[in-house]
C-alpha cells in the first residue's frame, strides 16, 4: 500500500517520539521499582517519583501530594507558569494532586503534556503503595522500618522542607565528605546522621555517637582516642570512639560546646584521621566518616573567638539544615499519630479535633522530642480513648483556649470572628484595603462586606447583610 509522502514523513518523525515514550516510561518504572527495597524508608518513593518526573520533562518543580495534603500548594515561583493534575485516589472525594511549574518559554509539547498525564496515574499507584507499606510500618509489619536497635525510625513528614531533606539525605549518603547538621535541639540531628549512614556505603559498620556537650575535658583523650594497658595504676587499655568507629560513621553532637582546648586537639584527628593512644608510641590511621551536629550556628562563634578557624573550615562545607516543627506545621498531626500508633499495643487512642488543631498551632519549643513526650504523656494519663484539649499540658493549649474560649462562651458566628479578623489585618497593613485583601486571600468586595458587619454578635444577629452577592462571596471563601 502506498503512503502519501506527508503521512510517511509525520509517521518517521512519530516513530522516536514513541521510542522515547517507551524508553522514558521505562526509566520511570525502574526508578520507582530501586525504591521497593525494603531497607528503605516508605516516603523515598515519592521523592523519586518527583526527582524522575522532573527529569523526563523540563520542569522546574513537581510535587505529588496525597488527599489530605492539598492545603499545602507549592510556593508561586516568579516567571512561571503552573499545572495542577488530578491523581486518582480509592476515596473518590479525596484524590490525590500532581501540580508543576515550568518556564513559559522551555517549549513544552504535546508528548509532554501526555507524559504528564500519564505521570498523574503512575502517581496513583506510587501514593497507594506509599501508603500501604506506611500502615506495615506503623503495625510493625515491615521490616526495613521497624526501629532498629540504634533506635532508627522512619523520617516521617509529607511537607517540601522535609520532602527536600529526604532528597539532600540521598545526595549526601552517596558521598564521604564530612557533613554539619544544624538546627534547634529535638529537630532530629541525630536521626538524620544515623539516615545518612543507612543510606551509605557504611552502612554495615558501626555508628557511634558522642556527645561533645558531655565530655570531661580531663578524660577527652582518653575518650576519644583511646588509652594504653598499663598506662597508670589500674588502668586497663581500651580503644576510643574514633577506633571504635573505625569502618564506620563518628557523630559528633554538640560540637559547639567543646572548649577552645578540645577543639584544638580534635582537629589534629580529624585532619589526618590518625589517632594516638595516651600513653602509645605512635599513631594509626583510622577509616570513618565525621558527621557533626549544632544546635548552634558555628560562624557567629567564631566571629566571637568561641569556636577555632580552622576547625570550622574542616567541617563545613557540606551543610545540611534540619527544619523545626514549627517550619513543617503539616508535619504536626503525622508525626502524633505516628507515635500513637507506636504505642498502639499499650493503648489505642486518637486525638479530637479541639486537640489537633492545638497541637498545630503550638510553637513546639523542644520539636519532635518535645512531640514525643507529649504523647507519651498523653498514653499513660488520658482517662478515655480520645485526647481532648483538657489532657493536654497547659503550655500547649492555653494560646488555644485563651483564644476561643470567649467566643464559645458567647455563641459568637464565623461571620463575626471573620469581621473582627479582617479588620485586625487591616490595621497591620495601615488602612491599604487592597494589601489586607492580598494578605487576607479574598477580593477586595469580600473585604469590604466583612468591614461593613458589626463585630458585637448582639448587633450582628439582627444586622442583614447588606448586598447578597458579598454574603454569597464570604460563604464560598470561608469554605475554601
Known amino acids: 500500500m502506498t503512503m502519501p509522502a506527508a503521512d510517511l514523513s509525520r509517521s518517521i518523525a512519530h516513530a522516536p517520539r514513541q521510542r522515547e515514550r517507551r524508553d522514558a516510561l521505562s526509566k520511570l518504572l525502574g526508578a520507582l521499582m530501586r525504591t521497593l527495597d525494603r531497607q528503605q524508608d516508605v516516603s523515598l518513593m515519592r521523592g523519586a517519583f518527583e526527582e524522575m518526573v522532573r527529569h523526563l520533562i523540563p520542569l522546574r518543580t513537581v510535587q505529588l501530594r496525597d488527599g489530605g495534603l492539598w492545603a499545602t500548594r507549592l510556593e508561586s515561583v516568579p516567571g512561571a507558569e503552573s499545572v495542577v493534575l488530578e491523581v486518582p485516589s480509592a476515596d473518590p472525594l479525596s484524590p490525590g494532586v500532581l501540580e508543576v511549574t515550568f518556564d513559559p518559554g522551555c517549549g513544552l509539547g ?3 503534556f501526555q507524559m504528564l498525564g500519564v505521570s498523574a496515574q503512575l502517581g496513583a499507584l506510587v501514593l497507594e503503595l506509599e501508603r500501604s507499606r506506611l500502615q506495615l ?9 521497624r526501629p532498629r536497635r540504634d533506635n532508627t525510625v522512619p523520617l516521617i ?6 520532602q527536600n531533606l529526604r532528597s539532600t539525605i540521598d545526595r549526601v549518603a552517596a558521598t564521604d565528605f564530612t557533613v554539619l547538621l544544624e538546627g534547634e535541639s529535638g529537630v ?5 546522621a544515623r539516615r545518612i549512614h543507612n543510606l551509605s556505603h557504611r552502612r554495615n559498620g558501626p555508628f557511634v555517637a558522642i556527645n561533645c556537650a558531655a565530655l570531661v575535658e580531663t578524660l577527652l583523650e582518653a575518650e576519644l582516642f583511646g588509652i594504653e594497658d598499663r598506662t597508670a595504676t589500674g588502668v586497663r587499655g581500651r580503644r576510643g570512639k574514633f577506633e571504635t568507629a573505625d569502618g564506620g560513621t563518628l557523630f559528633l553532637d554538640e560540637v559547639s560546646d567543646l572548649s577552645v582546648s578540645a577543639q584544638a586537639k580534635l582537629l589534629r584527628a580529624i585532619q589526618d584521621l590518625a589517632v594516638e593512644r595516651v600513653g602509645g608510641q605512635g599513631s594509626h590511621r583510622v577509616d570513618i566518616r565525621i558527621i557533626a551536629a549544632t544546635n548552634r550556628s558555628l560562624a557567629p562563634l567564631v566571629e566571637r573567638q568561641l569556636f577555632r578557624p580552622d576547625l570550622f573550615y574542616r567541617l563545613s562545607g557540606v551543610d545540611v539544615r534540619v527544619p523545626t516543627l514549627r517550619e513543617r506545621r503539616s508535619d504536626i498531626l503525622e508525626l502524633a499519630n505516628y507515635f500513637l500508633d507506636c504505642h498502639r499495643s499499650t493503648r489505642s487512642l486518637q486525638l479530637s ?7 498545630v498551632t503550638y510553637d513546639w519549643p523542644g520539636n519532635v522530642r518535645e512531640l514525643e513526650r507529649l504523647i507519651e504523656r498523653a498514653v499513660t494519663l488520658t482517662a478515655s480513648e480520645t485526647i481532648e484539649l483538657d489532657d493536654l499540658p497547659l503550655c500547649v493549649g492555653r494560646d488555644y483556649a485563651a483564644a476561643l474560649g470567649p467566643s464559645l462562651s458567647r455563641d459568637e458566628t464565623l461571620r463575626t470572628w471573620a469581621s473582627r479578623y479582617a479588620r485586625l489585618i487591616l490595621a497591620r497593613c495601615q488602612g491599604n484595603k487592597r494589601e489586607a485583601s492580598d494578605v487576607l486571600g479574598i ?9 461593613r458587619h458589626p463585630v458585637h454578635e448582639s448587633a450582628s444577629r439582627q444586622a442583614p447583610i447588606e448586598d447578597d452577592r458579598a454574603e454569597s462571596s464570604m460563604v464560598v471563601e470561608s469554605a475554601v
Open 110 to 112: 504535546e508528548w509532554d
Open 137 to 145: 510500618a506503623r503495625a510493625g509489619l515491615l521490616a526495613g522500618n
Open 188 to 192: 532530629g540531628k541525630e536521626l538524620v
Open 157 to 162: 513528614g509529607s511537607t517540601p522542607g522535609m
Open 443 to 451: 477580593s477586595y468586595h469580600t473585604l469590604q462586606a466583612y468591614l
Open 353 to 359: 479535633p479541639a486537640a489537633a488543631d492545638a497541637l
